[in-house]
C-alpha cells in the first residue's frame, strides 16, 4: 500500500529510528510500511497517522484509488 | 542491528538451552552408549538431551505470543512455516526412501535438527521475497 510515510518524516527530520522509536516498533517495521512491502494493521495505521496528528488517509493511500 | 525485547529474552533462552544441551548430551552419550546405566534411569537419562530441543520449540513459540511488532512477528511465523515445510518434505521423501531400502536409516531426532536449519533458511528466503515484493 502507498503511504506518504517518507515524507511526512521527513518534513520532522525524523530519521527511520526516530519513527519506529515514537510507534514501539523496530526500524525493520518503519523501512517494510515506508516502501510498501507491509501493510500494517489497522491499530498501527491509526498509530502512526495520531502521530502525524492526520486523517488514516493523509497518510495511507487507498489501493482503490490508485486503480 | 537492534534486537526488540522479545528477541532478546529468545535469544538468552536459545543460549541457555544450548548449553543445557550439551550438558545433558556428552554424559548420555557417554553412560548409554558404553552401557553403564539400565533400566528406568536409562531412559531418563535417554531422553535428558532432547529436553532442551523440545523446549527451543517452546521458546519459539514464546517468542511469538510475546513479540508485540508485528512485521517481526509476521517474519517469524514464516520462516516457521517455511522450515516446517522443510522438515516435513525432507521427512516424507527420506521415509518413503528408506522403506524401500534405497537409503540408510537415519535416527528420528534428525529432523529436529533439519527443521532448527530450515529456520535460517526460512528467515533468508522470507527477507529475500519481502525486498522482491517491494
Known sequence: MNNHLRGLRAERGWSQQDLADRLEVSRQSVNAIETGRYDPSLPLAFRIAELFSLPIEQVFVSPSATG | ?134
Open chain 2, 1 to 134: 542491528m537492534r534486537f526488540s525485547p522479545a528477541q532478546q529474552r529468545y535469544n538468552r533462552r536459545a543460549l541457555w538451552l544450548s548449553i543445557a544441551y550439551m550438558a545433558l548430551l556428552l554424559p548420555a552419550v557417554y553412560l548409554l552408549s558404553r552401557h553403564m546405566v539400565g533400566g528406568p534411569a536409562a531412559y531418563v537419562i535417554g531422553v535428558a538431551p532432547a529436553l532442551p530441543i523440545c523446549g527451543l520449540f517452546w521458546a519459539m513459540g514464546l517468542y511469538l505470543v510475546e513479540e508485540s511488532d508485528e512485521y517481526l512477528r509476521m517474519m517469524q511465523t514464516r520462516a516457521l512455516l517455511v522450515a516446517t515445510a522443510i522438515a516435513l518434505t525432507a521427512t516424507t521423501i527420506w521415509g518413503f526412501l528408506e522403506g524401500f531400502e534405497l537409503v540408510p536409516h537415519l535416527p528420528a531426532y534428525i529432523w529436529s535438527v533439519v527443521w532448527i536449519g530450515g529456520l535460517g533458511i526460512g528467515a533468508g528466503t522470507c527477507r529475500i521475497t519481502a525486498r522482491r515484493s517491494a
